[in-house]
């Protein structure tokens, strides 16, 4: 399958003021189902980490080399945004004001999976922001209330979280999501299907970490309509893969991992 650029086969990027992550519990049937099938699939990552039984701590796996050093830094300077008609506009902390075009509906969708795998989405309050900041308004009032009930504090606890959704004392929740590519299947000018071909991180960083992070490959759909000029997304669903051979990269202490996630920032991605 190819995820090249309808246009000039290039991924343009900028950085923004904070950054994001991956995850699913258990898909729900619901009059909502055909909103939150996608969604929730977003959260597969994070099943795999619940289900994964005990296992070294992440701090004993092999050392590498330090990934971040220095203070860490919460957000990274903004670079100029490239491509045509960049995003310049946000809904509180998420890119909007994408083209109505086909690049923009690769964007849109591309920021929106960074937005859905992130770490606010184990949390209430910010998961519902989320949530309604990218969902077309029709399907957004039964997702949150599927969502609120599939983030139980039974599955919070099984990926190691608190019941509010925060990690443990002394360990950091990693859960990004990291586009690699995005293309555009289907575009009439007010609806569009993407898919984000992604890789994520997803675990809890830090001494004594049973559940380390861990990365996985995925393909995103996401079915987009033209919502108060802005694009907005309908329902998404998920596949694994395509997933490339790991690489012969040691793995890094828990510390450098935990690190890194605090001192690089995420990015927003436009083409």
Request: aromatic share 6%.
């Amino acid at each position: 399958m190819s995820f090249g650029d309808e246009h000039d086969g290039q991924t343009r990027t900028r950085l923004p003021d904070s950054g994001p992550g991956t995850p699913r519990p258990p898909a729900r049937s619901s009059r909502s189902l055909i909103a939150v099938v996608g969604v929730v699939a977003l959260l597969v990552a994070a099943i795999a980490l619940a289900n994964r039984g005990d296992g070294t701590p992440d701090s004993a796996t092999r050392g590498g080399a330090a990934a971040g050093q220095g203070t860490p830094s919460p957000s990274a300077a903004p670079t100029a945004p490239t491509g045509v008609r960049p995003v310049t506009g946000k809904n509180g902390a998420i890119p909007a004001g994408f083209a109505r075009d086909e690049q923009g509906a690769q964007s849109a969708a591309a920021n929106y999976a960074v937005a859905l795998g992130s770490v606010d989405m184990f949390q209430r309050g910010p998961r519902e922001t989320i949530v309604r900041a990218l969902h077309d308004p029709a399907v957004a009032d039964a997702l949150v209330k599927d969502l609120n009930d599939s983030y139980s504090a039974g599955f919070l606890a099984n990926v190691g979280l608190q019941p509010d959704g925060t990690a443990p004392a002394g360990l950091t929740f990693v859960s990004r999501t990291i586009p690699v590519g995005a293309q555009v299947k289907d575009y009439t000018g007010d609806t569009a299907t993407a898919e984000v071909w992604c890789t994520g991180l997803v675990g809890l960083a830090g001494e004594g970490s049973t559940k380390p992070v861990t990365t996985t490959w995925f393909t995103i759909t996401e079915k987009l309509k033209w919502v108060g000029g802005d694009w907005k997304v309908v329902s998404s669903e998920q596949a694994e893969g395509p997933t490339p051979v790991n690489g012969d990269n040691r793995a890094s202490v828990a510390d450098d991992i935990a690190k890194a996630v605090e001192g690089y920032g995420g990015f927003t991605y436009a083409r």
